[in-house]
């Protein structure tokens, strides 16, 4: 949790509150998503979340770890404390402890003894500055070629940057999403994002979403699928879109996800030359622009040496 001393009014501690619980009961809604087998239903079902309802409201705003959450859903006496809190649990005991279990087998993998354990389910060991002029989290690593790790770990830090743009210190931050297929691929990160998107102006964020090929999509969406109608809904909320050369492949379904582009537009993209692309803010007219940038940061963004044959 970022610093939230500065926040003293009544009303925004309501309000913090609520974003809190609501935040952390999204990312443990995200983590499980992340873990989801392929071609299988999403594993915490109605019965599991109202428990976990009850878990997240236990630690109010103070500190809350996965691996403690894991420990009390898994305490059949905590369970015992909390189930007749819960309207159509109150004859329910035994119900109520095999859906707590369920829900803790859920995230076992992320805690100690589990494959994943020892990433997020601790207190972290590194303090990050919130006020430092650039944070990244790196997943180029080798470690993150094991697909559900990266999933996992790209949920978890969706959370803890909604954390941050939460803390309401008026910094003012841009959030820059490299290969953002992987937060589009979790329904759940989806939902964050359009919340994110709406907030922009109170949260003080502007969130960049970086793709590499539109026919990608392909790879985690299925057509008229639920996730797929959310992420048209989620560039329907951008107000400024960034398009340069694709594929002819690509096309037809850049036209679905931006279906007023218009017929020059969609001549053009295919032939778009290197670092030219068709800005489109709101709704006026695009343009076709070539960014310039004088010889230091040209130097610096140039990325093409290391293609060069010596």
């Not at 691996?67 to 909390?82: C, P, Q």
């Not at 941050?164 to 589009?184: K, M, N, S």
Request: hydrophobic share 40%; net charge negative; with cysteine.
């Amino acid at each position: 949790m970022p610093d939230m001393s500065h926040v003293t009014s009544d009303e925004d501690r309501r309000a913090l509150r609520q974003e809190v619980l609501s935040g952390r009961k999204s990312a443990m809604m995200a983590l499980a998503e992340a873990v989801k087998e392929p071609d299988r239903p999403f594993p915490l079902d109605k019965d599991m979340l109202s428990l976990i309802d009850q878990l997240i409201a236990s630690y109010d705003t103070g500190p809350m770890t996965l691996e403690s959450a894991v420990a009390r859903l898994s305490d059949w006496d905590w369970v015992d404390g909390v189930y007749k809190n819960i309207h159509g649990f109150e004859h329910y005991r035994d119900l109520a402890r095999e859906k707590a279990s369920e829900a803790a087998r859920v995230f076992s993998p992320m805690v100690e003894g589990g494959t994943m354990s020892g990433m997020f389910d601790k207190e972290s060991t590194i303090t990050l500055d919130p006020a430092a002029p650039i944070i990244v989290f790196d997943t180029s690593g080798p470690v993150f070629q094991d697909p559900t790790l990266k999933r996992v770990y790209t949920a978890a830090v969706s959370s803890w940057i909604d954390r941050l743009l939460q803390a309401r210190d008026g910094l003012r931050r841009i959030i820059v999403c490299e290969e953002a297929w992987d937060l589009l691929s979790n329904p759940q990160l989806v939902d964050s994002l359009q919340t994110r998107q709406r907030s922009a102006g109170h949260w003080g964020c502007a969130t960049w979403l970086i793709v590499h090929g539109v026919a990608d999509m392909t790879q985690v969406f299925t057509a008229g699928s639920g996730l797929r109608g959310k992420v048209e809904q989620l560039m329907n909320l951008m107000e400024t879109k960034i398009i340069y050369r694709q594929g002819g492949e690509n096309i037809p379904l850049l036209n679905q996800l931006i279906p007023d582009l218009s017929e020059d537009e969609l001549e053009q993209i295919p032939r778009l030359a290197q670092g030219y692309g068709i800005w489109r803010i709101g709704h006026e007219h695009p343009r076709m622009i070539l960014p310039i940038a004088g010889p230091m940061w040209a130097r610096v963004f140039d990325t093409s040496s290391l293609r060069r044959a010596s």
